[in-house]
């Protein structure tokens, strides 16, 4: 499979340049591992089938291409799929400059757009993680936070690019969910927190 300006597409249903690029990420290894990716131009018959009915379109200044190099590193999952560049000039670029990438962050289709300085990115909009222990948890907070991002509160924190992730325990979670007391008692836990401590959110449950 291979990328379209709107998702993935079977190798039969594309032409175009091959770029170098990223494997999908796989547990076990540090980073991808290097391969090819394809600046697909999908024909007609396959487009309709194969373009995701719903794609996160994020906003990146110049930096679409290392922003989503660095989530398929980063996160399982994960992989940059093609990358597009601009057949004409544009307002923040000129023609054969990245425009858009396509990626994957954990499952989730997205595409990244080089759309120059016009709009910011906010916490109005986070990806947010579900890890499974403190181990998970730290990996994920610390390549982030350690990459040019920035710790923030309750577990959110932005990467260098601007993106907000919120690196959720499940405990937490699942603490919400229950409600009442043990609900009251790890939101206050969480309240105090940057980086979600998860031997700290589990005792608070516990009262």
Known sequence: MT???GGLVPEACVSGKLRSGARPHRPGLTAPEPAAVVIATPTEECTAMTIPKNTICLWYDKDAEAAAGFYAETFPDSSVDAVHTAPADYPSGKEGDVLTVNFTVLGIPCIGLNGGTAFAQSEAFSFQIATDDQDET?????A???NGGRESACGWCKDKWGVSWQITPRTLTEA???GGEEARRAF???MEM???DVAK???ARRG
Not at 138 to 142: A, I, L
């Open 176 to 178: 919400m969910a229950a």
């Open 144 to 146: 982030i936070v350690n």
């Open 201 to 203: 959110i589990d005792a």
């Open 3 to 5: 990328g379209g300006f």
């Open 188 to 190: 206050e836990a969480m």
């Open 194 to 196: 940057g980086k979600i």
């Open 138 to 142: 730290d990996r994920y907070w610390n």
